[in-house]
């Protein structure tokens, strides 16, 4: 049963436009969101994360925004650069003894960004 | 070299063998993380370690072994290989709650 979703297995932009991958969450017990970005053949790379008590957090071109109510994260970029071209996973963790440190990713979304 | 690495790479093995996938970290974080990515599950956890010889299951830790007899190394071993574990494996690291620190991975291909 994942707890972590993100609907959407790819996503095509062109460079200059705004990327917004989508993901929900179920687990009303999560309270820390984070986003990586993954490269073939490479590990995957810590990007941008909010806390709960945040509605948004920003770092140069990448923005998460959170909707608790909605249970609904959303990370854009803007503008989107043919660099950006990855595989973003989108994880959440609860604040909870024997969950700490522990992550639930969702599937991932595939982000090609065209000339 | 500082930082977190996997050895092997890559892996080709037989079903049925023994197969023991190696990860060390130079940052001296306390907890470590076992991964396998499969296409349409994103990551899901094996094993994960809180400390030297603290180590407790992840979300799906049937067939897998993990030992922690150092701060630096959490080798994760197979103890029969199957199909199902075909796989690419992550290891990471934290010293604190929020960002892991994934190595490169490591293709195992059981045959």
């Known amino acids: 049963d994942q707890q972590v979703k993100q609907n959407s297995p790819s996503l095509s932009v062109q460079e200059g436009r705004i990327s917004i991958l989508n993901c929900d969450y179920t687990?009303?017990?999560?309270?820390?969101f984070l986003w990586y970005k993954k490269y073939p053949a490479e590990g995957p790379t810590f990007l941008i994360s909010?806390?709960?008590?945040?509605d948004k957090n920003e770092d140069g071109r990448f923005t998460v925004f959170l909707n608790k109510s909605a249970k609904h994260l959303s990370l854009h970029i803007v503008p989107s650069q043919p660099g950006d071209s990855a595989v973003y996973f989108c994880?959440?963790?609860?604040?909870?003894?024997?969950?700490?440190?522990?992550?639930?990713f969702g599937a991932g979304t595939q982000v090609v960004v065209t000339p | 070299d500082a930082g977190i690495t996997q050895s092997p790479r890559y892996k080709i093995t037989e079903t049925g063998r023994q197969v023991t996938l190696m990860c060390h970290q130079t940052?001296?974080?306390?907890?470590m993380f076992w991964y396998r990515q499969d296409l349409g599950h994103g990551l899901r956890l094996i094993y994960y370690?809180?400390?030297?010889?603290?180590?407790d299951k992840g979300e799906v830790p049937d067939g897998y072994v993990v030992s922690r007899s150092k701060t630096e190394n959490f080798p994760l071993t197979l103890e029969s290989a199957t199909r199902s574990q075909t796989s690419v494996y992550f290891c990471?690291?934290?010293?604190?709650?929020?960002?892991?620190?994934f190595g490169p991975g490591t293709r195992l291909t059981v045959l």
């Open positions: 994880a959440a963790s609860a604040r909870t003894t024997d969950s700490w440190g522990k992550l639930q």
């Open positions: 909010i806390s709960s008590i945040k």
């Open positions: 370690s809180a400390a030297a010889d603290i180590t």
């Open positions: 687990n009303s017990m999560f309270d820390y």
């Open positions: 990471a690291s934290t010293g604190r709650r929020d960002t892991q620190y």
């Open positions: 940052w001296s974080h306390s907890y």
